[in-house]
């Protein structure tokens, strides 16, 4: 019995089908259906119901995945205790990656910890969209808080970002400066959605307030929203980073100086109970040695702890 092929197992319960977890491993269907029948015959018992068009576990297999969870994880730890972090590092880590103004920031540290190790692989998914973690075979993702709903989840904050109210200087000549933030209500502002269905109709402010915002367009894209407000569509709530250079270029104007900007967060998450590899939690460790958010907005961001 080998542990590569108790991993694959994991693989297809977490995803309900040979199949899915083959295309997932990037592997034959057939190679993946072999393995898995080795190990039932190894182990002497049958791990799944197979039916026409669908598995399911058996009490045994349930079990049999309870307990090698716990194995696997407690096998990588030992591994990592005995070669005193001196292990090599190989396998193949999915990095889900929610599409930040920081993004190369990130990909650029992973590319770091790559060329230290050169032995491991990597698929980085970009999305608005929340993935299944567990089910689509990701390891670590980078999101911000709106876009994991997932309750057994660990998150650790990496990064934040000023959002803030902009304009273009054409925008506020056709239609007026808003004078106070309660004014911005009877302007055009570009909305932002959220996959999850959450629209910003009402965007959070600093110190938990809401202001409520309207416009006549929309979008999932940080981007087109920075877009849409340099071409005059609207007044964007974007993050300051993204809008640095229209600012000094005359471009883009800020609007409510007064007002303390709302910081949004990126974390890193992963899957609390799934057995991670080891190559995995180095990866982890790096990242989060790398990329420390400053002491004071760690431990409160936006009145809101996190740890």
């Given amino acids: ?3 590569e ?3 694959l197992f994991h693989r297809i319960v977490e995803t309900g089908s040979i199949l899915e977890a083959a295309d997932l491993l990037n592997l ?3 190679t993946v259906s072999r393995r898995l029948l080795s190990l039932e015959e190894s182990l002497n018992i049958k791990l799944f119901h197979r ?5 399911s576990l058996t009490s045994a297999g349930s079990q049999f995945y309870e307990k090698t969870l716990v194995m696997l994880a407690e096998l990588d730890k030992t591994i990592a205790d005995i070669t005193d972090n001196k292990a090599e590092l190989t396998g193949h880590l999915r990095i889900l990656m929610f599409p930040v103004p920081q993004i190369m920031q990130i990909v650029n540290k992973i590319f770091a910890f790559m060329d230290a190790n050169p032995k491991f ?31 057994d989840m660990v998150a650790k904050p990496i990064l934040h970002e000023e959002m803030c109210f902009f304009a273009s200087p054409e925008y506020l000549a056709k239609v007026g400066t808003p004078k106070s933030i309660s004014d911005i209500e009877q302007h055009n502002s570009i909305l932002f959605r959220f996959p999850n269905g959450k629209t910003f109709s009402e965007v959070p402010l600093a110190n938990d307030v809401l202001q409520a915002v309207k416009g006549n367009i929309c979008t999932n894209s940080i981007q087109l929203a920075y877009e849409a407000t340099r071409l005059g569509r609207g007044i964007g709530y974007l993050p300051q980073g993204i809008c640095v250079e229209d600012i000094e270029q005359g471009k883009l104007i800020r609007l409510f100086d007064e007002l303390p900007p709302y910081l949004g967060v990126v974390f890193l998450v992963y899957p609390s109970r799934r057995f991670l590899s080891l190559t995995g939690q180095r990866l982890i460790d ?17 009145n809101k702890v996190w740890t």
């Fill in 51 to 55: 039916l026409s068009r669908a598995i």
């Fill in 1 to 3: 019995m080998k542990t």
């Fill in 5 to 7: 092929d108790i991993a």
């Fill in 28 to 30: 034959p269907k057939s």
């Fill in 121 to 151: 692989t990597i698929e980085i998914i970009t999305s608005t969209e929340p993935l299944d973690m567990v089910r689509n075979n990701i390891d670590i993702a980078f999101m911000v808080n709106e876009t994991f709903s997932e309750l």
């Fill in 286 to 302: 790096y990242m989060l040695t790398e990329m420390p958010v400053q002491t004071s907005k760690a431990a409160v961001i936006n």
